[in-house]
């Protein structure tokens, strides 16, 4: 390095590095100067002096510097690894990449620039390259016991697990019988436990479970040890020995459900779907019996029956379990037995399902609780607190169960009779959100965070009922109240809360407001970016750590991040907005065009170009703004770093792209590679490729579609546009079109759903097939009127024959009708906006009015939408974005009466 | 499970944050409307005002109000006191009241008074239990509910030397 200096200027060049890795940057630029004044065109000089104004932000000085470092001194490794440096410092870890390999090609051992290489690969996942490079250094320098494991850990990524278990036990060869020392007891621990697993994964199960005993003494980690073991036992089919070890473990935690799971499939009474035979549920009772009086102080043990237990014992189990856990007041008593609501369809129908049950059950604790002050059969008094909690469980009940009126009947009792639990009015806001009153659900939220203004958890439900009813102002000032400095919205950003950027950003899209709705959805999918970015970090520390199990898991984790619900949501909501986009372009963009179309061919070439320039200078005006203003922001606060401010708050700029459907396919394709199994990445994918004429993409969707289900309405739906389209199409003149043509022909008679059928008599299949639900219905009905307009009262009359008949519930308050509240509305906006027949709308509307007494959608007579709603106030407020925010005295005197809203009568003492 | 369970009930202190549950218990105890001075003076009174816990449920308060009388000395004044109906009956209220008394005791606090409704002979004998007297009666106390008269009911603790 430095080595066509003269010995003085050698040395300062050896100060500019040391000045690097110490963060001493202005020592380092002075240094570099001071070189320069002599040699102006040293390029390592001038590569180490942009790299050090790349760490003092200085970024377009930094790129030139180095750039110009490596032009006069192209057979310099280190001009090369600093253009690596400043690559990776900006994540363009591909061309880092490519940087450290020309690197390598000058210095080959150069140990610094392979291990930096290794790092990059791991992140990039160039896993041949990756078990290269640290074979590389392996043999460089085989006393690190780091370039062993990265070796062996290579190895692994790159899917050949014996050969990793090779490696190791080479390692270990080179350990002396003593090892390892008391300060590293840990760490080898960890490598043995790693090493276990590695044969497992590749099936040595005998040899894993030799060595697991052999070293079982050197291994710290009991319980993971204890885990291995049962793990390797009933791979073997060593059963007994493994039910064993699970009693052992069960002993050290007995609610560690997948203990008892393990449990059941070591005794051969495991089923996945639940089911189980009359014999073997007795044999399950029994075998938790046992455990329970073992283990008397667990709730898992008396949580699991009730999953298989049926009838009467049941009843008894479930009385059991719920009687003291109302007696001392558990709010999360009904999510721990909502997954029982779900059993229903599973069994007979003589058989009375688990809800059934419960709902008798509680109804009889109730009674008696109100008559007597006991639970039946008993002789002690319950609390007075028990009967609040017994009418909270109900009202949540009859909530699942789409009863709202019962339900809102008991919470309301509830809070009469204990009006300062904060849980009630949480549930009643649930309630109402159910019953299609979301501004009255935000209120209740809304009373329910005044009670506890410390709590985050009660202000982000609150937060999220506010979206959920478009009041997004309010939703932001109320969420900010949580967030470290108040005023900056940022924070909510830098914190990834994603839940939030997910509900804002579908409100926006909701009020037609796509720029913000973008906004919002980019940054969930930014924090993706980030999400996988983190794990650079871990590249290095875990293998010196050794923690390699979790450090193989995270990477496993990691390369599936993007099949994650809230990625998924988000890519969803941005592909919708492209969309919308697409179908009606934004006024700005269309004035512009119009503008731009009255200009001739050359002028609007010329004034592209100029718009161009404009952007470019101000883009760099802004750059070097950030600069400056990070710079002081430096100098004046030490350490902290001014953020720039950004420069498109509202999104108005990610609406001026020029291809919406580009963006769009962007994101698609994502969502095509990680959630492949999802109807609507599908759904998406055919409106997409349908506007941009891609005829064999969106026959590729339709496929998936049907490959999903076929039976959806959406999929039919789908199929039968996509051909009717196709069939519209004139006939084809270029090649490529004949070569389309022909694979259609191909591929139509492959489709069963079309087997030999005209499309109008798909339709009339699809509809015999599903005539009883109203959105397939809806659906043929909408397909039938595209097949033949001329038939639209046809459609409508199909749709308007439906019948919302009752569904059987045993339970002992009465029936429930059929429909869902958001089918209705999706059936309402139909006949307003497909079919364009207003009057049948109206007709549509006037019967859901009775459904659904509480959808402000359809103006329901118990609605907040109607002029007498005690609720009607509020959402009024809301709409004007006065928040009802801590620190005044005025905290929400509109919400003083205890969950019912209505004008307080004024009284002064 | 059982009988003689001992359901514990604690007290906690009123403070901005958790303010609202005041005003919940007021709104169903009381036929009284409190203003932003009630909230003020029982915010301002420290541990003279208190929340009731019964097994983590908040079901009553005591709310205080320090007044400075002639001379300096600092008398309290209850301006209320209340339990919601179903836990009534719990020691809960003799619980609050106790402590506000403890407290005056502990500071020396010689006078502690309140009104109330004429009628509300509960409320009169639960306070004599406590060594509280009538002390005075005002006409027309109340402009919204009937009878408007009250009574002034004070009792007065005899000064721990120091």
Redesign the interface.
Known sequence: MGASLPPKEANLFKLIVKSYETKQYKKGLKAADAILKKFPDHGETLSMKGLTLNCMDRKSEAYELVRLGLKNDLKSHVCWHVYGLLYRSDREYREAIKCYRNALKIDPDNIEILRDLSLLQAQMRDLTGFVETRQQLLTLKPNHRMNWIGFTVAHHLNSNASKAVEILEAYEGTLEDDYPPDNERCEHGEMLLYKISLLEECGSLERALEELHKKGSKIVDKLAYKEQEVSLLVKLGRLEEAAELYRVLLAMNPDNYRYYEGLQKCVGLYSENGRYSADEIDKLDGLYKSLGQQYTWSSAVKRIPLDFLQGDKFYEAADNYIRPLLTKGVPSLFSDLSPLYDHAGKLHFAVMIQADILEKLILELEHSIRLTGRYPRRTDKEPPSTLMWTLFFLAQHYDRRRQYEIALTKIDEAIEHTPTVIDLYSVKSRILKHAGDLAAASALADEARCMDLADRYINSECVKRMLQADQVVLAEKTALLFTKDGDQHNNLHDMQCMWYELASGESYFRQGDLGRALKKFLAVEKHYADITEDQFDFHSYCLRKMTLRAYVAMLKFQDRLHSNAYFHKAAAGAIRCYIKLHDSPSKLATEEDDEMSKLLPSQKKKKRQKLKRAEARAKREAEVKNEESSASGVSKSGKRHVKPADPDPNGEKLLQVEDPLLEATKYLKLLQKNSSDSLETHLLSFEVNMRKQKILLALQAVKQLLRLDAENPDSHRCLIRFFHKVGSMTAPVMDTEKLIWRVLEAERPSISELHEKSLIEANKFFLEKHKDSLMHRAAVAEMQYVLEPNKKSDAIKLIEDSANNLVPVNGALGPVKGWKLKDCIAVHKLLETALTDHDAASRWKVRCVDYFPYSTYFEGKCSSAMPNSVYNQIGKNHENGSASLPGGGKIADSVASNGKLEAFKELTI | ???G?E?SISLDGVR??????L???N??LF??????K???DALASGDFTKLAY??????GAIACRLEKKEGGAVRVYIMTLGV?A??RG?GIGTRLLNHVLDLCSKQNISEVYLHVQTNNEDAINFYKKFGFGITDTIQNY???ITPPHCYVLTKFIAQTKK
């Open positions: 499970m059982g009988a369970r359901v901005d944050k958790n303010v609202m549950q005003k919940k218990l709104t169903a036929p009284v409307r409190y203003n932003d009630y909230y003020a019964y097994s983590d449920i908040c079901v919601l179903p836990y719990l109340y402009t919204n």
